[in-house]
């Protein structure tokens, strides 16, 4: 029921900008957090940065100072904002929901978004 889209990807070169975008659709009451995880090919997933309801948010060491995560929670969107693009954030971005409440009155731990590509090349 519950669905994430991410859109903004493409490509840019190093030192560009780009603006990620993840909409959580459904019904839904409440995201504990969201989040916005990267996948290298033959790398894993990795944490890019999360935030909570509350705005408490978690940023990886290697995009602290780039990158700026924002939610809007009324919109159930989570932004990424990536600035000073380097090589090595190529990669899927994938958003995440965490502790999802639905109408079946428990929360829901994982939702994944399809994921989008984002390359950095000049």
């Known amino acids: 029921q519950v669905q994430l889209v991410e859109s903004g990807g493409g490509l840019a070169q190093p030192g560009g900008s780009l603006r990620l975008s993840c909409v959580a659709s459904?019904?839904?009451?409440?995201?504990?957090?969201m989040g916005w995880y990267r996948q290298a090919p033959g790398k894993q997933r990795e944490l890019v940065a999360e935030?909570?309801?509350?705005?408490?948010?978690n940023y990886a060491d290697f995009v602290k100072g780039r990158f700026t995560i924002s939610r809007d929670n009324a919109k159930n969107t989570v932004y990424l904002q990536m600035n000073s693009l380097k090589p090595e954030d190529t990669a899927v971005y994938y958003c995440?929901?965490?502790?999802?409440?639905?109408?079946?009155?428990?929360?829901?731990?994982?939702?994944w978004g399809q994921g989008t590509q984002v390359t950095v090349s000049s």
């Open positions: 935030i909570t309801s509350g705005g408490n948010i």
């Open positions: 995440n929901a965490d502790r999802v409440l639905t109408p079946t009155g428990k929360y829901d731990y994982e939702y």
């Open positions: 459904g019904t839904i009451f409440s995201i504990y957090a």
